[in-house]
């Protein structure tokens, strides 16, 4: 079955590391995002990728870096430069272009971070 | 700036009867789409319904179905004979000025729907 996988489901970090979550999909969607959701808030975007090797910062990009060199993956690394990194990380993906399926977001199982 | 505005933080709703979220937004975008998504305790996102601005028809997908007053900027969701599996998390949401053909998206902080048996 085609979807998005999210790994690890939970992490720990210790201050002061670098952790990075895994997101691959296998819906040959061009675009994929990085949402984080902290408790009793909406989701907020951390950056996106519309296709390889190209993406973009969102709304809280800083203290977080993302790569985009296949298709299929977008791993997002939380570095040490974020100082509040806990939260839940939800990766998604959509299909690209001017139809009315390219706003519609597939989204993963999502990845715990707890900073100890 | 853009925001997406969901009102009740939480709302209960006896299993079987009708319950109503509420959602309002603020674009200036003449065309564009909105969402409802749901977010059920394994806290996987799933699509609910969504409505393109431009129809006038209110979207409908078996028991949910939207009521969308596009002047008034009020996209409200309808569950009609609530069931136990419908206890989740449910988000608004719309694309920001510019990101009409595009997946991103601001979500409004979330209704929690508790459905009692």
């Known amino acids: 079955d085609g979807g998005i996988t999210q790994s690890p489901k939970y992490l720990f970090r210790k201050e002061g590391q670098n952790v990075t979550l895994s997101c691959e999909q296998n819906?040959?969607?061009?675009?994929m995002y990085w949402y984080r959701q902290d408790p009793g808030q909406g989701l907020r975007l951390i950056y996106y990728?519309?296709?390889?090797?190209?993406?973009q910062k969102g709304d809280i990009a800083e203290g977080y870096s993302v790569s985009r060199e296949k298709k299929e993956s977008f791993p997002l690394t939380v570095t040490s430069a974020q100082k509040n990194p806990t939260a839940f990380y939800l990766c998604?993906?959509?299909?690209?272009?001017?139809?009315?399926?390219?706003?519609?977001?597939?989204f993963g199982a999502g990845s715990r971070l707890t900073v100890l | 700036a853009q925001t997406v505005t969901q009102s009740q933080p939480e709302m209960s709703v006896q299993e079987a009867e009708t319950v109503t979220l509420s959602c309002t937004y603020d674009?200036?975008?003449?065309?564009?789409?909105l969402f409802w998504y749901k977010q059920p305790p394994s806290r996987q996102m799933i699509l609910v319904i969504r409505?393109?601005?431009?129809?006038?028809q209110n979207a409908t997908e078996n028991r949910f179905s939207v009521n969308f007053q596009k002047a008034a900027k009020s996209f409200s969701l309808k569950i009609s004979d609530s069931q136990l599996g419908d206890a989740a998390m449910y988000f608004c949401?719309?694309?920001?000025?510019?990101?009409?053909?595009?997946?991103?998206?601001?979500f409004g902080q979330g209704t929690t729907l508790q459905v009692k048996p």
């Open positions: 998604a993906s959509s299909s690209r272009g001017h139809s009315s399926g390219a706003n519609v977001l597939t």
């Open positions: 819906l040959n969607h061009d675009a």
């Open positions: 990728s519309q296709i390889v090797n190209d993406f």
């Open positions: 674009t200036s975008e003449s065309d564009y789409y």
């Open positions: 409505q393109e601005a431009y129809k006038q």
């Open positions: 949401a719309y694309p920001p000025h510019g990101s009409s053909n595009t997946g991103k998206l601001i």
